[in-house]
């Protein structure tokens, strides 16, 4: 029986377990697709860029459009946003198959299927990890995540060796149509899995103003930025080993199709081991000295693959480097998770998606022409090189602890009673909040305002300004826009029980002898009288 500090404990709960194993299938499949598509590769065309270009091609849909993909995630069914991923990829995977048995690929062809492959990786991604937070607890998520990421390279330890065997005995074609056949079990455990109703009583955000309100919740939030950065950094330099390694395999290790397999299946058994770890390398060290040990050990590694010409002490850096990578990675990952609140959490994920992936696209493309020109030894010396200037980062930009913070629902509001007939589309509005602050309490006023703005901002204020009356000199005004009514409701109810600290606060400062007074007003300028709005009732 798992103890209580193991990440296994979370297969007591039937719903993840039955996702977790179709994810290993699926898992299995695509990992395979990944040693036939390389592998190919290396046979269609002798440039080392063009062999480093498939990785890219399978990341740069995930920088491109996870942002898109986050705003699915938060704005729809989730589980129909993964059965659609799902559905497109095993699409395109079953014409890759056809194409590959008649022999009809070109470099370019095959890099134009991963790259569609990709782009379904990029949709699924964003409601996969978000759905996390909806089928486990808070206090289990970072076990999910782990579990999540040791499925993943527990098909790694044995996907890439059966792989290359397929390649080896039966083709690329043959890995092609394992894969396609690997999305028929994800996509039934969708279909059987019944999903969390969705709060519908505001109307769904529109695309620009869900693209906007995800850039600025992670933009007002520093802790995501200084993950997002680190996971880039990691990205960029971490990539240079996986785009590279079938050039290592063939050139400097002189191995064949299963030899490669071998050595990712190697990677895997160190991502497994480090998915292990995880929980009890959190409980004895920060967040930054895991995260500045990964960073270190893999930049060891890839220097040890750069330098050596022996199998064996090859699978021994792989291993290393497979732990380092998930310890890495997942700690972002759940960092951001715990960070942010579910009503957003879809398009948090996908910004650090988007800066983790598109460092590995950008360093699949950099890491492969460097190898082209100079040869891949020198090309695994730079990322490592790169991996040490990532791990003295963590110096000025540590990575934050796991939050503490409670980001449930505040639930405090309630819509006010108006005058006037509104829908959620009416608007713009402004509010202003009247305070009455003593002059010794001032300064306290100011640095909590500093956070209020921030918060403000964060949730979808706009135009938000402090201003002081120049009569009466202990009245203080916050004023701010939003587009619509409905926008005002959502923007209140985005109030976390985080936020709840700074807002008894600031009522404890108002010395007026009730609650702040909030004025609510529409604005209406232009608009003639005949299409104003109906008083109730009238």
Wanted: glycine share 8%; proline share 4%.
């Amino acid at each position: 029986m798992p103890d209580r500090t193991s990440p296994l404990i979370l297969f007591r709960n039937q719903t993840f377990r039955s996702l977790w194993i179709a994810a290993l299938a699926s898992n299995f499949g695509g990992l395979v697709q990944a040693v036939g598509a390389a592998w190919l590769m290396t046979s269609l065309s002798d440039s080392q860029s063009m062999v480093a270009l498939v990785q890219a091609s399978v990341t740069l849909p995930i920088m491109v459009f996870s942002l898109l993909a986050g705003v699915f995630a938060d704005n729809f069914d989730r589980r129909r946003v993964m059965l659609i991923a799902q559905a497109f990829m095993f699409g395109v995977s079953l014409v890759l198959t056809f194409l590959a048995f008649n022999g009809w690929l070109t470099p370019w062809l095959l890099l134009s299927f991963t790259f569609l492959i990709g782009c379904g990786t990029a949709l699924h991604n964003p409601s996969w990890q978000a759905t996390m937070g909806d089928i486990v607890s808070r206090e289990e998520l970072p076990a999910a995540v782990s579990l999540n990421s040791m499925g993943f390279n527990l098909m790694r330890s044995v996907g890439p060796a059966a792989g290359g065997a397929i390649v080896a005995i039966a083709g690329a074609a043959a890995a092609f149509a394992v894969n396609a056949l690997s999305y028929v079990a994800i996509i039934l455990a969708l279909l059987r899995w019944k999903a969390p109703e969705r709060d519908t009583h505001l109307p769904r955000e529109t695309m620009g103003s869900a693209f906007s309100a995800g850039l600025r919740y992670v933009a007002m939030s520093p802790n995501l930025l200084r993950v997002i950065l680190r996971g880039f950094w990691f990205g960029l330099s971490a990539i240079a080993l996986l785009a590279l390694l079938p050039v290592v395999v063939r050139e400097t290790l002189q191995g064949t199709a299963f030899v490669y397999g071998v050595m990712l299946g190697a990677f895997g058994i160190g991502a497994v081991a480090g998915a292990m770890l995880n929980a009890r390398l959190r409980e004895a060290f920060r967040n930054e000295i895991i995260a500045r040990g990964a960073f270190l050990a893999f930049a060891g590694s890839c220097t040890v693959l750069a330098l050596n010409t022996n199998s064996w002490a090859a699978g021994g850096a792989l291993v290393v480097t497979g732990a380092s990578w998930v310890l890495a990675l997942s700690m972002f990952n759940v960092t951001i998770q715990l960070s942010t609140p579910r009503w957003v959490v879809g398009r948090a994920l996908a910004l650090y998606q988007t800066g983790t992936f598109g460092g590995m696209a950008a360093g699949s493309l950099i890491w492969g022409m460097t190898a082209e020109r100079y040869g891949p030894e020198p090309a695994l010396l730079s990322a490592a090189a790169l991996l040490v200037v990532g791990a003295m980062m963590g110096l000025k930009l540590p990575l934050p602890e796991f939050s503490g913070l409670n980001l449930d629902p505040l639930n405090r509001f309630k819509e006010p009673e108006t005058l006037f007939d509104l829908s959620y589309r009416s608007g713009p509005v402004l509010v202003m909040v009247d305070y009455e602050i003593a002059p010794e309490d001032v300064e306290e006023f100011l640095a909590a305002m500093r956070q209020r703005r921030r918060i403000r901002i964060r949730d979808g204020a706009q135009q938000w300004t402090l201003l002081r009356d120049l009569q009466y000199h202990d009245h203080w005004s916050e004023s701010y826009h939003v587009p619509t009514w409905g926008e005002y409701v959502r923007h209140n109810e985005r109030r976390t029980n985080a936020d709840a600290a700074l807002s008894d606060q600031l009522r404890q400062l108002h010395r007026g002898g009730s609650d702040p007074v909030v004025h609510r007003m529409i604005e209406r300028q232009t608009v003639p009288l005949r299409d104003d709005l109906p008083l109730k009732g009238v």
